[in-house]
């Protein structure tokens, strides 16, 4: 790899600070949020969105109850302007809700603007122009004073311009972009004659949004870099400190944290991450992280599969199977140790709920593997076990639970894994819960054509108190016999009667439970018997518990016999 051509970031920018103090803070509540999905996402695609797609993102955005939303950059194209014009003349706008438009720093574009805006009560105009100094060399072709001059120009036009509007003041925004690669003092500067030149003040704060438009170094330098504009930017009660985190080395997400660590009150970003190459940083892992910290985001993500879908169809881009919180396999353990103790960690969550007298949905979490409930965003339980060939028993065990209230012995849930382990490594497939249902049946409980012993009818009678008898007709092989036993119960009476057709059983293990509410439910009956010597489960499923019993042993000797 020619890694000779790079080089690190202190070499490319000064750091401002050494004694920084974010690492000790912790995070205790939601910043200022700021969706650039209509902007800064919508620049970033293929085909970027038509009215009716913004006008579904908007939607969402408000009812997730975002309350500053960049809505587009109106001198780019007619279709951002036309939506603009729409939500100014529609009254579509909540009251809490501020309108936020993107514009260069060019006389032309901050006219077009500005017109975009006639008649929106609450604005955020927001201004950029490029500061580091490779943009300033090679795009802008100025010098550090010529680039100062152009910003202060344009933020001069700006002021006259939106000074005549009646109504509400106009906010402004100013976002020196690769902030993270230009001079701190240079910024400084730079914003703090912004500051002066908006005349900003606590009632009418400016925003100083400052991006790392590239990510260029590891997160730490970022934090490092807001913390010396949080501590040295002038009027600081006047000014809002924002941050607009890119994600080209995979950190926009701690990029953010950082950020707000060392002083940032507003984080604009993308739902899902969209935006320019790898993506703006991320609302959604934002937001989900703060809670599962246990701070309130301030946004709705209660049906993030929602949420989702309409992203999916505005961006047209599909959201990763392994997204933070919002992909499909991200609450879903294959894996056999996992799922074990995630189904010990859901069956402790409830019953200590029940124990404290709380709804299951109110009470602490604390199950492995899941840093947050899944429910808490709108996803089920289903999809949090699936199996596999590295699943393991306790997987097995809690789907057939769940789905069909199959509460298998302990002793017999390594037994039935190693015959879901033969299917799923000679498939190299996933099974559904119904695939093991039928599985567990074709195994334990219906022994198929080729049974070596079937019972014809059978009866049991208790003559005098303590000892059964059992008789049946047995059709084993060519013969078909009438067997007749008796022992202290009617399971031992038919282990005495199956002796007569060449079966020695011995019951180990009994197990049975209903499978269902009501008397009419089903039970079911989980036996371990020795048969000849050879040690076989067998189920049998019933809504006589008797019977249930008598078909789980004949399962078992047909097992054994097998
Ligand atoms: C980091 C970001 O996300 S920044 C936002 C990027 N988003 C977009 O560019 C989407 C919308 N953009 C557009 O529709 C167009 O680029 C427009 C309408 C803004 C300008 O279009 P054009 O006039 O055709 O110029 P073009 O797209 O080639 O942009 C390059 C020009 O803008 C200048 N420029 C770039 N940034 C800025 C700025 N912040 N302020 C003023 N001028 C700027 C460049 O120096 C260059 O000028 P030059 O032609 O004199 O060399
Ligand atoms: C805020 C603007 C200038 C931006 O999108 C960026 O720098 O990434
Ligand atoms: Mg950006």
Known sequence: MPSHRYRPVEQRVALPLTDRTWPSRTLRQAPLWVPVDLRDGNQALAEPMDTARKRRMFDLLVAMGYKEIEVGYPSASQTDYDFVRHLATSGDVPDDVTISVFTAARADLIDRTVDSVDGLPRVVVHLYTATAPVWRDVVLGRSRAEVHRLILDAGTHLLRRTDRRPGPAVRFEFSPEVFNLTEPDYILEICDSMTELWQASPDRPVIHNLPATVEVATPNVYADQIEYMHRNLARRDSVILSVHPHNDRGTGVACAELAVLAGAQRVEGCLFGNGERTGNVDLVTLALNLHAQGVDPMVDFSDIDAVREVVEHCNRL??????????????????????????????????????????????????????????????????????????????????????????????????????VQRVTDTTGQEMSAKDLRDLFEHTYVDPGRDAAVALGSWSTSEPTAGKHTFTATVHTGDRTLTCAGEGNGPLAAMADALRGAGFVVDVLAYTEHATGAGPDSPAIAYLECRVNGVVRWGAGWDTSLLAASVQGVIAAVNRAAR
């Open 318 to 419: 599909p959201v990763h199977p392994r997204h933070p919180y919002g992909g499909d396999l991200v609450h879903t353990a294959f894996s056999g140790t996992h799922q074990d103790a995630i189904a010990k960690g859901l069956a402790h969550h409830a019953k200590r709920a029940a124990e404290d007298g709380v709804p299951p949905e109110d009470a602490p979490w604390t199950v492995p593997y899941l840093p947050i409930d899944p429910a808490d965003i709108g996803r089920t339980y289903e999809e949090v076990i699936r199996i596999n060939s590295q699943s393991g028993k306790g997987g097995v065990a809690h789907l057939l639970n769940t789905h069909y209230g199959l509460d298998l012995p302990q002793r017999m849930r390594p037994d039935f894994s190693r015959v």
